[in-house]
């Protein structure tokens, strides 16, 4: 039976969608991702959901197509973005694309997925460019506030996955060597590895906290430069790929 990610994801958004990941995470992703654009080429999302991201990186790129689950999502998606963007909404597994792309962005989807590895391994062998970039960005099981949600029982360890998570469609959480395992095991060139945003505090928190004057742009800045100290502490983890043989 096939997953409806109309009802998975849209009747489910209202209690796991923050403010943190749009305005806080969203442009730090973006921020670690810059230095290695191939900003002259084309770029591929998968997973636009309802376009936050895609309207950050349609600033950037003037070729940007994107491949999406749910078709609800589209719509919304289509309101937020010029009309150049090329949407298609289909399965990532059935989808068939007319060319190659010099980026691919891959941002908090792959911990959807049945099977993620078949999904990293099409990027690898069919939809990425020889001179290509894959970004590939999941939540991070060891961010701190995981870790203490562990401590105070709420979870019962690092990497499982929630009852939300699990009514919002995850089937895993990632660590960094498991995220690189699964790159390696679809046969990607793993060329950079960090995190993105120091983390201590679940994402409701921060959303409370963004709603007062109490957290200033600096010390997000310095939040998101911790995290490249301790990128096993941070709120994502984020592998920069190349492609690799088949």
Same mark, same amino acid.
């Not at 290695?36 to 936050?52: A, M, P, Q, T, V």
């Not at 289509?78 to 792309?101: G, H, P, R, T």
């Not at 105070?152 to 690092?158: D, K, S, V």
């Not at 679940?202 to 742009?217: C, E, G, H, Y």
């Given at each position: 039976? !096939? &997953?409806?990610?109309?009802?998975?994801?849209?009747?489910?958004?209202?209690?796991?969608?923050?403010?943190?990941?749009?305005?806080?995470?969203?442009? /730090?992703?973006?921020?670690?991702?810059?230095?290695?654009?191939?900003?002259?080429?084309? #770029?591929?999302?998968?997973?636009?959901?309802?376009?936050?991201?895609?309207?950050?990186?349609? @600033?950037?790129?003037?070729?940007?197509?994107?491949?999406?689950?749910?078709? @609800?999502?589209?719509?919304?998606?289509?309101?937020?973005?010029?009309?150049?963007?090329?949407?298609?909404?289909?399965?990532?597994?059935?989808?068939?694309?007319?060319? !190659?792309?010099?980026?691919?962005?891959?941002?908090?989807? #792959? @911990?959807?997925?049945?099977?993620?590895?078949?999904?990293?391994?099409?990027?690898?062998?069919?939809? #990425?460019?020889?001179?290509?970039? /894959?970004?590939?960005?999941?939540?991070?099981?060891?961010?701190?506030? &995981?870790?203490?949600?562990?401590?105070?029982?709420?979870?019962?360890?690092?990497?499982?996955?929630?009852?939300?998570?699990? !009514?919002?469609?995850?089937?895993?959480?990632?660590?960094?060597?498991?995220?690189?395992?699964?790159?390696?095991?679809?046969?990607?060139?793993?060329?950079?590895?960090?995190?993105?945003?120091?983390?201590?505090?679940?994402? /409701?928190?921060?959303?409370?906290?963004?709603?007062?004057?109490?957290?200033?742009?600096?010390?997000?800045?310095?939040?998101?430069?911790?995290?490249?100290?301790?990128?096993?502490?941070?709120?994502?983890?984020?592998?920069?790929?190349?492609?690799?043989?088949?």
């Amino acid at each position: 039976m !096939k &997953r409806d990610y109309n009802k998975e994801i849209i009747d489910n958004e209202r209690e796991y969608a923050y403010s943190f990941d749009f305005d806080v995470m969203h442009p /730090f992703m973006l921020k670690s991702f810059e230095p290695f654009f191939n900003k002259n080429g084309s #770029l591929l999302e998968l997973g636009c959901f309802k376009g936050d991201f895609t309207k950050r990186i349609v @600033e950037i790129f003037d070729d940007v197509t994107c491949v999406e689950a749910s078709s @609800e999502a589209i719509d919304e998606a289509k309101q937020k973005v010029s009309s150049n963007v090329k949407f298609i909404n289909a399965l990532f597994e059935d989808v068939a694309l007319d060319k !190659k792309y010099d980026n691919i962005v891959l941002t908090h989807v #792959l @911990e959807h997925l049945d099977d993620p590895v078949r999904v990293l391994k099409r990027i690898n062998d069919e939809w #990425l460019s020889d001179n290509g970039r /894959f970004f590939l960005v999941t939540p991070n099981a060891m961010a701190p506030s &995981r870790q203490i949600a562990v401590k105070m029982g709420l979870i019962t360890h690092n990497s499982a996955v929630t009852p939300a998570e699990e !009514k919002h469609g995850h089937r895993i959480t990632y660590t960094l060597d498991t995220l690189e395992r699964d790159a390696k095991a679809a046969g990607l060139k793993v060329v950079h590895r960090s995190g993105i945003f120091f983390k201590a505090l679940a994402n /409701f928190q921060w959303d409370r906290l963004l709603a007062t004057d109490i957290i200033s742009t600096e010390y997000l800045n310095g939040c998101y430069e911790l995290g490249q100290h301790y990128p096993e502490l941070c709120s994502s983890i984020f592998l920069m790929c190349e492609k690799g043989n088949k």
